[in-house]
Structures are given as structure tokens and as C-alpha cells.
């Protein structure tokens, strides 16, 4: 059974950080691409960024790149999301998902976690 469990959400002032966890089980971790979205109340599903195992490659929306960094700790079995500068817009509920594909960006996931909070004040 695929699992995904994010933690690491929190509230912090605008230009703060904070750093997302995505641990995963149940599925081939080093074959398949493993992402991160985000949903804020009324607005439509935004995938942030993206992680290719197979490559090394990473995706990143427009609107994050330069303060989020995606990595992974294959041994954990772990996907981080550092997120540097945050801002008030940045406030959502955030998941990690895949699709068990190996490319970026998912656009549709078959898998995701409950979601952590990320609350930003300015």
C-alpha cells in the first residue's frame, strides 16, 4: 500500500522558513518521481515542485523558484521541501504526491498524504 506522511508545517512571518518532510512506503522509492502541491481554501490544486529520482532533476513552479528547494534522502525514504522567503500567498495546506511515474511536473497523482499547514503572516 503506497503512504505518504508529510510533517514539518507551522506558522511563520513573512521572509521565514520552514522545512517540509514527505516520508513514503510502499512502493519502489528510487524508481518513481515524488512532488509537492499545495491547496489554499478556494483555490485550485498548485503543484510546487517536483523530484526525478531516475535523473536528478528537479521542477519547480514559477511562482516558488529561487526560496523552495526539493530534495530527497533515499535511504529515509524521505522528500524534503525547504522553503525559504515565504510569503503570505504562500499559506496552503501542502501534500506530497505521486503517480508512480518518473517525470516532472505529475500533474494528475494517483497518491497523496493527509497534508501539512503552512500559515504565513505578513
Known amino acids: 500500500e503506497v503512504q505518504l506522511v508529510e510533517s514539518g508545517g507551522g506558522s511563520v512571518q513573512a521572509g521565514g522558513s520552514l522545512r517540509l518532510s514527505c516520508v513514503a512506503s510502499g512502493f519502489s522509492f528510487d524508481d518513481y518521481a515524488i512532488g509537492w502541491y499545495r491547496q489554499a481554501p478556494g483555490k485550485e490544486r498548485e503543484e510546487v515542485s517536483c523530484f526525478v529520482t531516475t535523473t536528478g532533476s528537479t521542477w519547480y513552479d514559477d511562482s516558488v523558484k529561487g526560496r523552495f528547494t526539493i530534495s530527497r534522502d533515499n535511504a529515509k525514504r524521505t522528500v524534503y521541501l525547504q522553503m525559504n522567503s515565504l510569503k503570505p500567498e504562500d499559506t496552503a495546506v501542502y501534500y506530497c504526491?505521486?503517480?508512480?511515474?518518473?517525470?516532472?511536473?505529475?500533474?494528475?497523482?494517483?497518491?497523496w498524504g493527509q497534508g501539512t499547514q503552512v500559515t504565513v503572516s505578513s
Open positions: 504526491a505521486t503517480d508512480l511515474v518518473s517525470w516532472c511536473p505529475l500533474y494528475e497523482y494517483d497518491y
